[in-house]
């Protein structure tokens, strides 16, 4: 009924699953035929699938479904059950799947990915990590061969050709991370030739609320290693020592700190009497303010770890490790100072892209996952994606108690490690997700004080975390974790080889807890899905505290409750409030999704109309063609002297390092303009359509000037005594593309309260002078 109804009103997970459901039993009723083929026979019925286009015909779906059915019996003993089907179908029409936890959602996806291969198209199969894309492909593999369809993947340390190679398979299993940072790098090419990534086609999108969603708040930015920074020990030495309070102070939401007028007169008689605000001297405040940012607002063990003497970036969405990955504009350094470490190269944007761009690329789209429901809307609106909710292939029967709220949070962290006591002494298996690094390795400390063995799974060593979230449902296990919470690996009872399965059912399954609430509920959701996979038995609980940051960031008001002795709220006004504080959270980081949305899509208007210039430079010579019109005398010099596919060849190399030199200085500007653009909150102007403004006639004449310096370079060319061109002779360098950034982009999320945080630095300052 309630299906129903949200078709007739056109509400995200209207899709209707009932023609799907028809062909159910046909695709059954065509299992004794082909069982009865050989393992080529069969290969040989997928092949000829491939004799018509897109979208499949009723038929030919129904033949698809039984065939791919019988190859995964054959090949990986498991016999895909009627909803996985319906999962299968749903995706080949372009809609996000969204199938409970366990309900084998890799082997629905990779018959889907197979069923669009066959008809010619080219598959890229999206994930969240390294790890996923190759356990999948590899996993999937026999599958993928008895169907006649060639997979590959590609990992972080894929090599260039190892990258092509597996781009030219039928099917290609690789995170979202990399693809895009494959596009960044083919943006950047020289030669057509040294591109990797092929015109795009199908993205079927594994976990696709994490990739759509989560990831796609934060653009992935490639960057290119410019010049070495010492890192500024002085400073950060002298910021380690400031007072939280009285000489700085941090904007609500942890994204701003600024120096009071007290920590500004202090800073300054540290320094030796210097004025931060010299107008003459403006190289000692960014010092400061670097090294204030690294001490106040970046902690270890939760936005980065120190491991192996580096400083390593954790990917706030995954909770993993982020490899080759830094902060800009010096952040990183001033981070690598305040942690004594050795300090690393900066460097310089080149080019950026939102998953928004990189998935709108492919004319179709689709996906999985377990929790899209809570995202429907945004999957509608950004990537135009319905969500078709598959029911489960056995009844639910996990029990969800809730939330049980306490006033402080060592009183919420005593009734966790006190439940957590008892439930272990009955042997039942227990997993608790924590929001951070940092926390769930002072609740293991806890848990080993009081005599609870447990394992911790944080980004610390997240490459074990396969086989550490294998085991959470072994009997008297106590398995501590982040959010990363090992997504795509089950969670069976009574270990991975389940021998204690019947003991652990006994006892009741697995029980989650949740050591607070996320901010988000559908982070909530996945942790819980944790348990109760199949028709497993299994629980879960929420413990939460007033002090807890989404509570006392989001919540109007956190006083007046009434506590008992062991410090717990039971009062239902309380409980819902907790509600309306993730509800806040949530609103707040879908503003964040739709400014960045937003914020991006002049920038890639301009980007389109470079890229679109480069792309006739490549192909057609037409760097080549405008400079022997702007230096004509020269290029003819060239032509006699080295010939005309040398002189094309430099041409080409010129023109390029202008647009792309151009395009990145281009891009430095706008961060500029981005940075400064929440002061207009003031003047009450919208700050969106303040950054066009300024950025579109900052854009205009922009191919013009890169022709005109194009031109300038060209001119000094010489050739050389081996007869060839060499344009480093004249400047034109290429960038080492060695590394990305980790950029939390927050275009105007918080704009009023950063602008009135400057605007009181600078008029404390003022004070200061005065």
């Known amino acids: 009924m309630a299906d129903s109804v949200r078709r007739l009103l056109g509400k995200p997970g209207a899709v209707d699953l009932r023609p799907y459901t028809k062909l159910l039993e046909s695709i059954e009723a065509r299992e004794p035929d082909l069982r009865d083929l050989s393992d080529a026979e069969l290969t040989d019925?997928?092949?000829?699938?491939?004799?018509?286009?897109?979208?499949?015909?009723?038929?030919?779906?129904?033949?698809?479904?039984?065939?791919?059915?019988?190859?995964?019996?054959?090949?990986?003993?498991?016999?895909?059950?009627?909803?996985?089907?319906?999962?299968?179908?749903?995706?080949?029409?372009?809609?996000?799947?969204?199938?409970?936890?366990?309900?084998?959602?890799?082997?629905?996806?990779?018959?889907?990915?197979?069923?669009?291969?066959?008809?010619?198209?080219?598959?890229?199969?999206?994930?969240?990590?390294?790890?996923?894309?190759?356990?999948?492909?590899?996993?999937?593999?026999?599958?993928?061969?008895?169907?006649?369809?060639?997979?590959?993947?590609?990992?972080?340390?894929?090599?260039?050709?190892?990258?092509?190679?597996?781009?030219?398979?039928?099917?290609?299993?690789?995170?979202?991370?990399?693809?895009?940072?494959?596009?960044?790098?083919?943006?950047?090419?020289?030669?057509?030739?040294?591109?990797?990534?092929?015109?795009?086609?199908?993205?079927?999108?594994?976990?696709?609320?994490?990739?759509?969603?989560?990831?796609?708040?934060?653009?992935?930015?490639?960057?290119?290693?410019?010049?070495?920074?010492?890192?500024?020990?002085?400073?950060?030495?002298?910021?380690?020592?400031?007072?939280?309070?009285?000489?700085?102070?941090?904007?609500?939401?942890?994204?701003?700190?600024?120096?009071?007028?007290?920590?500004?007169?202090?800073?300054?008689?540290?320094?030796?009497?210097?004025?931060?605000?010299?107008?003459?001297?403006?190289?000692?405040?960014?010092?400061?303010?670097?090294?204030?940012?690294?001490?106040?607002?970046?902690?270890?063990?939760v936005h980065y770890v120190v491991r192996d003497g580096e400083v390593r970036l954790i990917n706030e969405s995954r909770g993993r490790i982020a490899l080759l990955q830094r902060w800009p504009d010096g952040l990183q350094a001033a981070v690598e100072a305040k942690e004594r470490v050795a300090v690393s190269d900066t460097g310089e944007v080149l080019d950026s892209i939102t998953v928004q761009s990189l998935v709108l690329r492919y004319p179709t789209r689709c996906g999985m996952t377990g929790t899209a429901m809570a995202v429907a809307d945004q999957l509608r609106e950004f990537y135009e994606l319905e969500v078709a909710v598959i029911p489960p292939n056995k009844p639910c029967i996990r029990e969800d108690e809730g939330t049980r709220l306490y006033a402080t949070r060592e009183e919420k962290e005593d009734a966790l490690v006190e439940e957590i006591a008892e439930v272990h002494a009955t042997g039942r298996p227990i997993l608790i997700g924590t929001q951070d690094v940092a926390e769930s390795e002072l609740l293991a400390k806890r848990l080993g004080a009081d005599g609870l063995e447990c394992v911790v799974l944080n980004a610390k060593n997240d490459a074990d975390e396969a086989a550490i979230i294998a085991e959470a449902g072994t009997y008297g296990a106590i398995t501590v974790s982040t959010q990363m919470a090992g997504r795509g690996t089950d969670i069976r009872l009574g270990g991975s080889d389940m021998a204690d399965r019947d003991r652990v059912v006994e006892k009741g399954g697995l029980y989650v807890m949740g050591y607070g609430r996320y901010p988000s509920s559908r982070l909530d959701d996945q942790l819980r899905g944790r348990a109760g996979r199949q028709g497993d038995p299994g629980a879960s609980a929420y413990f939460v505290s007033v002090e807890d940051d989404l509570v006392a960031n989001n919540a109007p008001e956190t006083r007046g409750y009434e506590a008992q002795g062991d410090g717990a709220i039971t009062d239902e006004s309380w409980l819902r409030m907790v509600d309306h504080a993730q509800r806040v959270s949530e609103g707040k980081l879908l503003e964040v999704h739709r400014n960045t949305w937003r914020y991006n899509q002049l920038i890639d208007v301009q980007r389109g109309v470079v890229l679109e210039h480069r792309e006739a430079v490549l192909r057609d010579d037409l760097g080549d063609r405008q400079l022997s019109i702007d230096c004509p005398a020269h290029h003819a010099e060239l032509v006699e002297a080295a010939g005309a596919e040398e002189t094309a060849r430099a041409a080409r190399l010129i023109t390029l390092y202008h647009l792309d030199r151009g395009w990145t200085d281009h891009n430095a500007f706008l961060a500029e303009l981005r940075e400064g653009i929440h002061l207009r909150f003031l003047g009450r102007r919208d700050p969106l359509d303040e950054f066009n403004r300024d950025a579109v006639p900052a854009f205009k004449g922009f191919l013009d000037e890169a022709r005109a310096r194009a031109a300038e370079t060209f001119a000094e060319a010489e050739v050389g005594e081996d007869g060839t061109i060499d344009v480093a002779e004249v400047g034109v360098k290429r960038p080492t593309m060695t590394w990305t950034y980790m950029v939390h982009d927050h275009p105007f999320s918080s704009g009023l309260e950063t602008a009135i945080g400057r605007f009181r630095g600078k008029l404390s300052a003022s004070g200061q002078m005065a």
């Not at 198209?121 to 969240?128: A, D, E, I, N, P």
């Not at 001297?281 to 063990?301: C, E, G, I, K, Y």
């Open 45 to 301: 019925r997928a092949t000829e699938l491939g004799s018509a286009d897109l979208p499949y015909d009723r038929h030919d779906l129904v033949e698809l479904c039984a065939v791919g059915r019988e190859a995964a019996r054959r090949t990986l003993d498991e016999r895909p059950f009627d909803v996985q089907l319906l999962g299968v179908m749903a995706l080949l029409d372009g809609h996000i799947a969204e199938m409970a936890t366990g309900e084998g959602k890799t082997l629905s996806g990779a018959l889907a990915a197979a069923g669009f291969a066959l008809r010619g198209q080219r598959v890229h199969v999206l994930s969240v990590n390294d790890y996923l894309a190759r356990r999948d492909a590899e996993w999937m593999a026999p599958l993928y061969d008895m169907l006649g369809v060639a997979v590959a993947w590609i990992g972080e340390e894929s090599t260039a050709e190892e990258r092509r190679a597996a781009y030219s398979a039928d099917v290609t299993y690789a995170s979202v991370s990399e693809l895009g940072f494959d596009v960044l790098r083919d943006r950047m090419v020289t030669d057509i030739e040294q591109r990797v990534v092929p015109e795009p086609s199908i993205a079927l999108i594994d976990e696709a609320d994490s990739v759509l969603v989560d990831e796609a708040r934060v653009p992935l930015v490639l960057a290119g290693a410019a010049e070495t920074t010492d890192a500024d020990v002085e400073m950060a030495e002298l910021v380690r020592h400031l007072t939280p309070g009285t000489d700085y102070e941090i904007d609500p939401e942890g994204r701003n700190v600024q120096l009071t007028e007290a920590g500004i007169d202090r800073v300054e008689k540290e320094l030796g009497g210097v004025d931060l605000y010299d107008e003459d001297d403006t190289s000692v405040l960014p010092r400061v303010n670097l090294a204030l940012h690294a001490h106040a607002l970046l902690q270890r063990d």
